[in-house]
């Protein structure tokens, strides 16, 4: 399988199937609405938590999957800040993760997490995607930027 199919099926199960799956779980098997609470909290974890959290391992493990095939770098030099930047994803995936347990993370990881997403998809705007897995990149960042944005709003504000 491709490279690039590989990383669209990871990005659909951890920033929409997953998410989605475990929302209608507690909806329909547990009787709880759907509201924005539940919605932060599955996406969050989900698309913030898992899918960071992979990434960085990924990133660590290796780096050169994001430097060639996201970034279009060759310079085994970039390697060592993939690697920096795997750290990052790692812990901020490991909180995502352990905001299930906690719905005070989850706003806080939701904020930090969507403004990651955000800049990362702005700088992909500003960047122009030349590749599928950077179209991928793109879309997934800005769809969940737009997904926190809207939890905060509706969970903080009102």
Same mark, same amino acid.
């Given at each position: 399988?491709?490279?690039?199919?590989?990383?669209?099926? !990871?990005?659909?199960?951890?920033?929409?199937?997953?998410?989605?799956?475990?929302?209608?779980?507690?909806?329909?098997?547990?009787?709880?609405?759907?509201?924005?609470?539940?919605?932060?909290?599955?996406?969050?974890?989900?698309?913030?938590?898992?899918?960071?959290?992979?990434?960085?391992?990924?990133?660590?493990?290796?780096?050169?999957?994001?430097?060639?095939?996201?970034?279009?770098?060759? !310079?085994?030099?970039?390697?060592?800040?993939?690697?920096?930047?795997?750290?990052? !994803?790692?812990?901020?995936?490991?909180?995502?993760?352990?905001?299930?347990? !906690?719905?005070?993370?989850?706003?806080?990881?939701?904020?930090?997490?969507?403004?990651?997403?955000?800049?990362?998809?702005?700088?992909?705007?500003?960047?122009?995607?030349?590749?599928?897995?950077?179209?991928?990149?793109?879309?997934?960042?800005?769809?969940?930027?737009?997904?926190?944005?809207?939890?905060?709003?509706?969970?903080?504000?009102?």
């Amino acid at each position: 399988m491709k490279k690039s199919s590989l990383y669209l099926i !990871n990005v659909l199960v951890t920033m929409l199937i997953m998410p989605v799956a475990s929302i209608a779980t507690v909806v329909l098997l547990i009787g709880k609405p759907l509201h924005w609470p539940l919605i932060g909290k599955w996406f969050v974890f989900w698309a913030i938590g898992i899918r960071l959290f992979i990434a960085g391992l990924r990133q660590i493990i290796k780096p050169a999957f994001t430097a060639q095939e996201i970034f279009h770098i060759t !310079n085994e030099d970039s390697l060592v800040v993939v690697k920096e930047l795997g750290f990052s !994803n790692l812990c901020m995936g490991l909180a995502g993760i352990l905001s299930v347990a !906690n719905p005070y993370w989850t706003q806080i990881i939701a904020v930090c997490g969507g403004l990651y997403f955000g800049l990362a998809g702005m700088q992909h705007i500003i960047k122009k995607p030349v590749s599928t897995n950077e179209t991928i990149a793109l879309v997934s960042d800005l769809f969940i930027f737009l997904l926190m944005v809207a939890y905060v709003a509706f969970t903080w504000l009102g």
